[in-house]
């Protein structure tokens, strides 16, 4: 009877738990939605172009979530395993996207729509993911300055670099070197007041909800037994990208195919920028030095997605097979692969 009672008891908190996980996705998808929108009206009535907003305003809004979720992790839970998972989870998740974006548009694959100038922000995804790996690989190489890794400096660095050739690839196309259509004025009934304060305060709910994640992922790690590093790779990178999802499926839909794309390379690039903020908070040392080597896993597995992307941008092959195009099925091909490695490694 005791017996009995105990796994009733079990059982309502395992629900309870993953009652307050699924609030906490919900509520990250509707304001982080609600956070591009008004994102891209910031940016439309500040003058700045939509192409730039989805490789930078729209990517850093939408990865609030890692954010918040990888300081949280590293100050009040103390699992740095889920923050540098949801980061790496993250980035391969966000290139599955890519792949739902390919089934969802008809006529030619999606790369093969896209402007090539994503090139440039994928490869930076590239070198910017191999730091990481490679601090992961080699932790004693990771030198930390003061309680900073090494690594995660150069990340920094790599980051703003990244920032400043897509910027003036931006600037070039407004002086009219490069081909750029004129943007129309869509937001004519809001003021850039309006949009602020309504910036601000879905902000505030996506940082509120996302500071719950990491406490909420220890929980479940505990209580499925599938581990830091699992929870961190699926569950928590799977919550913190729905605002990426709900964005990118938006844009297609209406035809901004490059704001879509633009957004999943800029917030891969973003999330590994947020592994340097981590590092900012992991007083005890450098982060990526105490992590678990797993995380190598979905590291090359998102190298490798982005490299196929990379392929569909350059070769812009427009023969599909069923909904997807052949890098699509590639590229959901490695994601499997990285699954079920992961659960392996468990």
């Not at 910031?42 to 990517?59: F, N, P, W, Y």
């Not at 969802?104 to 090539?116: D, F, V, W, Y």
């Amino acid at each position: 009877m005791l017996f009995r009672q105990s796994f009733d008891e079990c059982e309502v908190l395992d629900i309870l738990l993953w009652l307050k996980f699924s609030l906490c996705a919900i509520v990250i998808v509707f304001s982080g939605t609600q956070l591009s929108k008004y994102g891209d009206i910031l940016a439309e009535k500040t003058g700045l172009g939509r192409s730039l907003i989805g490789v930078i305003l729209m990517a850093s809004v939408t990865s609030l979530p890692e954010l918040i979720t990888g300081i949280s992790a590293v100050t009040i839970a103390n699992v740095p395993d889920i923050a540098v998972g949801d980061v790496l989870g993250s980035c391969a998740f966000n290139l599955l996207v890519l792949c739902m974006l390919d089934a969802m548009h008809r006529g030619k694959p999606i790369l093969a729509s896209a402007h090539q100038v994503h090139i440039l922000s994928a490869a930076f995804g590239i070198v910017l993911l191999a730091i990481a790996a490679i601090s992961i690989i080699f932790p004693h190489y990771n030198v930390p300055i003061l309680w900073v890794g090494g690594s995660s400096i150069l990340v920094a660095a790599v980051y703003l670099l990244a920032l400043k050739f897509i910027s003036s690839y931006e600037t070039r196309q407004k002086n009219g070197l490069l081909h750029n259509k004129p943007e129309e004025i869509t937001y004519t009934d809001i003021t850039v007041k309006q949009a602020a304060v309504r910036y601000v305060f879905n902000a505030a709910v996506v940082i509120a909800a996302a500071a719950f994640l990491p406490v909420i992922g220890k929980e479940i790690a505990v209580s499925t037994g599938l581990g830091q590093t699992f929870v961190g790779n699926i569950f928590m990178a799977l919550a913190s990208s729905l605002p990426e999802v709900v964005v990118c499926f938006a844009a297609v839909r209406i035809g901004a195919i490059d704001l879509a794309i633009g957004s999943i390379f800029g917030s891969n690039i973003f999330n590994i920028f947020i592994l340097f903020i981590d590092d900012l908070f992991y007083i005890p040392g450098p982060l990526l030095a105490v992590t678990s080597p797993t995380h190598i896993i979905p590291a090359i597995a998102a190298i490798t997605m982005t490299a196929i992307a990379i392929i569909g941008l350059v070769n812009r092959d427009e023969s599909k097979y069923l909904p997807l195009a052949g890098n699509s099925i590639a590229m959901v091909a490695v994601f499997a692969a990285n699954i079920v490695l992961l659960y392996l490694a468990i």
